[in-house]
């Protein structure tokens, strides 16, 4: 039986290309990765959490077999919102992420208030 190809989501702080010496490890696995519309070097031009999922979720559905869903950090709440129904996905594996109920926000999960070190990019409207 063959393995699962694999999908690897970075966290807020990480680029696809900043999982690449992992890739190199992994030899005769199908590797993806997918990159976060949130996040990037152009504020504006970021996307938000719910833009993130969909990216994840078009990344899943790209693959059309089985996938294990490896995320990181942040990486985990947006794969949470896009894969709670996907039928192709095997497992998510939660390293160091936010691991919240479909729906949820880290905010709501840090009970309502901000910690003092995020930062909060607003666009107008």
């Given at each position: 039986m063959p393995l699962p190809s694999l999908?690897?989501?970075p966290g807020a702080?990480?680029?696809?290309?900043?999982l690449q010496l992992l890739i190199d490890d992994l030899p005769g696995i199908d590797v993806h990765t997918v990159a976060l519309t949130s996040c990037g070097d152009d504020p504006k031009a970021?996307?938000?959490?719910?833009?993130?999922?969909?990216a994840i979720r078009a990344a899943v559905e790209a693959i059309?077999?089985?996938?294990?869903?490896?995320?990181?950090?942040y990486?985990?709440?947006?794969?949470?919102?896009a894969l709670a129904d996907a039928s192709n996905v095997?497992?998510?594996v939660y390293l160091a992420a936010f691991q919240l109920d479909?729906?949820?926000?880290?905010?709501s999960s840090a009970g309502g208030d901000p910690a003092l070190w995020w930062e909060f990019h607003r666009q107008e409207g």
């Amino acid at each position: 039986m063959p393995l699962p190809s694999l999908l690897l989501v970075p966290g807020a702080w990480h680029k696809p290309e900043h999982l690449q010496l992992l890739i190199d490890d992994l030899p005769g696995i199908d590797v993806h990765t997918v990159a976060l519309t949130s996040c990037g070097d152009d504020p504006k031009a970021l996307g938000d959490m719910y833009s993130d999922a969909a990216a994840i979720r078009a990344a899943v559905e790209a693959i059309g077999g089985p996938v294990v869903v490896v995320a990181h950090s942040y990486g985990g709440v947006p794969t949470t919102q896009a894969l709670a129904d996907a039928s192709n996905v095997k497992s998510i594996v939660y390293l160091a992420a936010f691991q919240l109920d479909a729906g949820d926000s880290l905010l709501s999960s840090a009970g309502g208030d901000p910690a003092l070190w995020w930062e909060f990019h607003r666009q107008e409207g």
